[in-house]
């Protein structure tokens, strides 16, 4: 009994740094959304988007997972296929680097509190994301053409 109370106060303290951490940056995300200097971020990344296979249509919702998380990005991801008609090999490009590489500004923030070094783990994720997705594209676009 002793010990379930400092570890409920432990626990509280976490919750309450997570809750620091993911509100603001959840709001600060739907505020950035609809301003146009965010909408042409699409733009600026282009080349990166090409070079693993995706279309600038892909870009608001890989960026909305990548900072936000994969469940927020899923729903968003759903949304822009049906309006933009995206081919299953772009969705399944974008979940796959979704899948190596999501929530990275949070789950980093979260292991930084915990101890974890930022920069390591935000780099080895995004070129794991950046080099698998850009390898399967590769790879799939071999495939089509062989066929």
Not at 24 to 53: K, N, S
Not at 131 to 146: I, N
Request: hydrophobic fraction near 60%; glycine fraction near 8%.
């Amino acid at each position: 009994m002793e010990a379930l109370i400092p570890a409920m106060i432990g626990a509280l303290k976490l919750a309450l740094k997570l809750l620091l951490i993911i509100v603001p940056l959840v709001t600060i995300f739907e505020v950035l959304r609809y301003l146009p200097v965010f909408r042409r971020a699409g733009q600026a990344v282009d080349p990166l988007m090409r070079g693993m296979g995706l279309s600038r249509d892909a870009a608001v919702p890989l960026f909305t997972g990548i900072f936000l998380g994969i469940a927020y990005g899923a729903g968003i991801i759903i949304r822009v296929a049906q309006e933009k008609k995206l081919p299953r090999r772009e969705l399944f490009l974008m979940g796959l680097f979704l899948a190596t590489c999501h929530a990275v500004i949070e789950d980093t923030l979260v292991f930084v509190v915990i101890g974890g070094n930022a920069w390591i783990m935000l780099g080895v994720r995004l070129l794991i994301a950046i080099g698998l997705t850009a390898l399967l594209a590769h790879l799939w676009k071999s495939r089509e053409s062989a066929d």
